[in-house]
């Protein structure tokens, strides 16, 4: 799980150069994969904080008699997608050599100034949690569907090939 971000990121950078005519051999996948880890480990521990932190939070609304659990659900499960947007922003402008830290800071900007793009990923989780919900095994192509929308979100802005 902690290898979330990095896969994520060495998936995006591979299907970004595949679409770019660039090598897409499983080889330079894995050897992408390592790249992404190195720095990606670190991103990988503080997005099971931040997801740990959420769900204790939907725990607590869980407890009979907390006032405003449906609004303050709503509100953990809204917080808990735009932070998967940001994530899959930063990870989609992933490339061999890149910053976590300024992957994130640059996917948190863009995903303030574009709310098109924040909400086609936004859409895209909704649709990854409706189509999990409802048979579990679509969870691993649905996921390679987010992350392409995450990459079209990028191409979108106007981000080099």
């Known amino acids: 799980l902690v290898a979330g971000s990095a896969a994520v990121a060495a998936l995006s950078w591979h299907l970004w150069g595949f679409r770019g005519g660039t090598s897409s051999a499983l080889g330079d996948f ?19 904080g931040a997801a740990l932190f959420l769900a204790v939070d939907l725990a607590v609304l869980t407890v009979e008699g907390v006032p405003g659990r449906p609004v303050m659900a709503l509100l953990v499960m809204l917080v808990a997608g735009l932070a998967a947007t940001v994530l899959l922003r930063a990870a989609a402008a992933w ?4 910053s976590w830290r300024a992957l994130f800071a640059g996917a948190l900007e863009e995903s303030r ?47 080099p090939s």
């Open 95 to 98: 490339e061999p050599g890149s």
């Open 30 to 48: 894995f050897r992408d994969l390592r790249l992404a880890w190195r720095g990606g480990w670190k991103a990988g521990l503080a997005v099971i």
């Open 113 to 159: 100034a574009d709310f098109g793009g924040t909400g086609v990923l936004l859409g895209g989780l909704l649709v990854l949690a409706v189509c999990t919900w409802a048979l579990w095994i679509l969870f691993v192509p649905m996921s390679g569907c987010l992350i392409g929308a995450a990459l079209a979100v990028r191409r979108r802005a106007g981000a």
